[in-house]
């Protein structure tokens, strides 16, 4: 069963194209990086699957619906996280527990434990470290249960102990069923973690697949050298 399904879909702003006629799609269970450096589309597309960016052209299903129908199936943690630095840990917790209607407050107690912030959850926000706002941001996305995790950046300015932390427990999450879609530059993270990659560059979706099987194809032993590969083989087509 496919989450995610885009269809040759372009997003222009003003005279600059975002995205050309980008496909794929992504399957249930899986963890999915989107991969590619700073600009190439990847917040874009993160964008149009939460319903913020209307694509210019092509089709978008979530879930089997159109774009905007499956909100509550969501959870998303954006690069800027959103969260009210004035307000305590639960009290930001809280406020989307409201909004998404759940009212077992052992939901928060549960989640707030397994990010390892249930001992802090009177403290203000603007005193958490980047890492730990993060988790609570994490919290804060899977406290309605959704079926898709979206995840933009995740690991970006985190030290190397709560990046372990974050890549086990979305592997976790996968086997608890959820999918994830990620956006990262970071060729390592993206190996270690994710099932699938769609590579993006420039607007372009070069590649997509399961990791293992573009290294069989591509005859690559990692990511990396697929990437520099697809990169080279652009500026080839240019020359």
């Not at 005279?15 to 006629?21: G, S, W």
């Not at 305590?88 to 009212?103: G, P, Q, R, T």
């Amino acid at each position: 069963m496919e989450v995610i399904t885009f269809s040759k879909v372009s997003k222009v702003i003003g005279k600059r194209i975002i995205l050309k006629d980008v496909s794929f799609k992504v399957e249930k269970g899986s963890i999915f990086g989107l991969l590619g450096p700073n600009g190439a589309g990847k917040t874009t597309i993160i964008r149009i699957i939460l319903g913020l960016f209307e694509p210019t052209s092509g089709k978008v299903e979530i879930l089997g619906k159109e774009i905007g129908k499956t909100k509550e199936k969501i959870g998303f943690i954006l690069h800027k996280t959103g969260l009210y630095p004035k307000l305590s840990c639960i009290e930001n917790i809280l406020l989307y527990a409201d909004i998404y209607k759940v009212h077992d407050r052992s939901k928060i107690e549960f989640l707030l434990k397994e990010v390892g912030l249930w001992e802090r959850k009177d403290d203000k926000v603007e005193i958490f470290s980047r890492g730990m706002q993060q988790k609570l941001a994490l919290a804060r996305a899977l406290i309605h249960n959704p079926d898709l995790l979206i995840l933009d950046e995740p690991t970006v300015g985190l030290d190397i102990e709560t990046k372990i932390w974050f890549r086990e427990y979305i592997k976790k999450l996968r086997e608890e069923g959820k999918t994830i879609l990620l956006s990262s530059h970071e060729l390592t993270e993206v190996e270690k973690l994710c099932t699938h990659i769609g590579i993006i560059r420039e607007g372009n979706l070069l590649e997509y697949g399961k990791v293992e099987d573009l290294k069989e194809k591509y005859k690559k032993y990692s990511l990396e050298d697929i990437y520099l590969y697809l990169k080279d083989e652009i500026y080839l087509e240019r020359v």
